[in-house]
């Protein structure tokens, strides 16, 4: 049978991998943001060059306004695809970090009430009251718990929904 020790153990190595997943998984999409923020930064840089010397090149004070309007369309479309995409992983991560979440509070209380459980079993506690009063209070605990992850695993649905990108509800 494990120990007190073995069972507060093995709880803390499940929050610690609960919590690598977390940052793992922050970091990815930090990443995936961040080669998205270049790649356009790139691409608009060097929209930037061709556009200068295509202005540079025109004689015309009437071509140069349209020149100059399309580079301005042409770059506000490239920003805003840019932050769209970053919108959609934005959301995307929102609705990983709400499972992660839920998946932390059902499993974390269940594996906590089951070590109490085990370590209530392991007391000489001889009255029967005494033993009722602590199974009460587990449950109650237990049913709080489960509210309590119900009602987080709706609060990031309804925040996911409410902050999922327009048209892709």
Known sequence: MATKQDQMNEL?????????????????????????QVTTAKTL???????????????DPKDL??????????????????AREIAEITARTQNEVGKLVGEQLTTGSNDVFDAMQKMFKGMPITDQNAMT?????????RAAFEQMT??????????STFNAPKGRK
């Open 12 to 36: 803390q190595k499940k929050n610690l991998e609960a919590a690598m997943r977390l940052a793992q998984l922050s970091i990815e999409n930090s990443q995936r943001i961040m080669e998205l």
């Open 133 to 141: 009063a602590i199974q009460t209070a587990m449950d109650t605990t």
């Open 65 to 82: 306004m349209d020149l100059r309007t399309q580079f301005a369309q042409h770059t506000t479309e490239k920003m805003l695809a840019c």
């Open 150 to 159: 119900r009602a987080s695993s709706e609060a990031f649905q309804a925040f």
């Open 45 to 59: 840089f060097e929209d930037g060059v061709q556009n200068a010397k295509a202005m540079s090149a025109v004689k």
